[in-house]
């Protein structure tokens, strides 16, 4: 069968040999690193944000992600270590002033040229192409080369001031070792903040469950009435004493003056008539309850008025 017709068969076509292993184009790859969202697969915009593990994000990527975590998506597993926005940090790129974009290939007759990046370091200027290595700091957010960090030692960002440990330095699009060291870190860290948590809640409890403890001060600070009154039972009745006989004339003077004052009479005395009094009945007169005042029933009318002189 076959091989009729003087056609002569090669070697590699009848014997089937290994697979050659298909290595993937090393620029190629870089693109996809630094240009390109992890996630959606999508051009890197601002804001960019990157996660503990050293990936670059677009942060609408990432809020989608979270708020829409379906398992048909094929990428989620690049993002599953990311639980909320908090494990995630916006980084602050300083731009290339060289890079052009899409500005000067409008026609499509121009070369791109891949290796120029959007972003440098704001201490070098080393290009964030790939070519070399990059972090950031995850308290404050900004990007600069690892050579900018090991020829500038210090303690303190580069251009924000903040200060920062070597917990703080994620490398960016770190290699597999590299990742396997971050997200090593990544758990010690998350343990921690989860064991923080739970000394702080006993503490809480304990203080809402102790009524005494008010503004740092306790019960047995300040001495209670009750103690007060059984340390010193003597001094307390003398006291008493002399305060009771110090207000008795000033009280009866208090009493007499007011007594003696015109038109006001003095607390709890009796009222009386000024029929029952002793004054001249000129002064009498001048009343409305004296007899003079009245009117008999035939001089008073069989209607009501606002006047006080109808009984």
Known sequence: MGCDG???????????????????????????QWNYCTLSQEILRRPIV?????????KDAVIEFLLDKSAEKALGKAASHIKSIKNVTELKLSDNPAWEGDKGNTKGDKHDDLQRAR???????LEMNGRHRFCFLRCCGCVFSERALKEIKAEVCH?????????????????KEDVEILKNKMEDRRLRAKLEKKTKKPKASESASKPGVTEGRTLKESPGPSEVKASRPEESGTDSREKKTALA?????????????????????????IADSEESETYKSLFTTHSSAK??????AHWVTHTSYCF
Not at 9 to 28: F, Q
Not at 159 to 174: K, P, R, Y
Not at 261 to 271: E, L, N, Q, R, T
């Open 295 to 300: 009117r008999s029933k035939e001089e008073s």
């Open 6 to 32: 003087g056609t002569i068969p090669k070697r590699h076509e009848l014997v089937k040999g290994p697979k050659k292993v298909e290595k993937v184009d090393k620029d190629a790859e870089l693109v996809a």
């Open 249 to 273: 004339p000033r009280s009866a003077a208090t009493n007499g003056s007011s007594a003696g004052k015109a038109g006001k009479p003095v607390c709890g005395a009796v009222k009386r008539s």
């Open 119 to 125: 972003f440098i370091c704001p201490v070098v200027g």
């Open 50 to 58: 990157a996660c503990e593990l050293g990936r670059l994000y677009n």
């Open 159 to 175: 251009t924000c001031g903040t200060a920062f440990q070597e917990d703080d330095v994620i490398v960016l699009n770190g290699t």
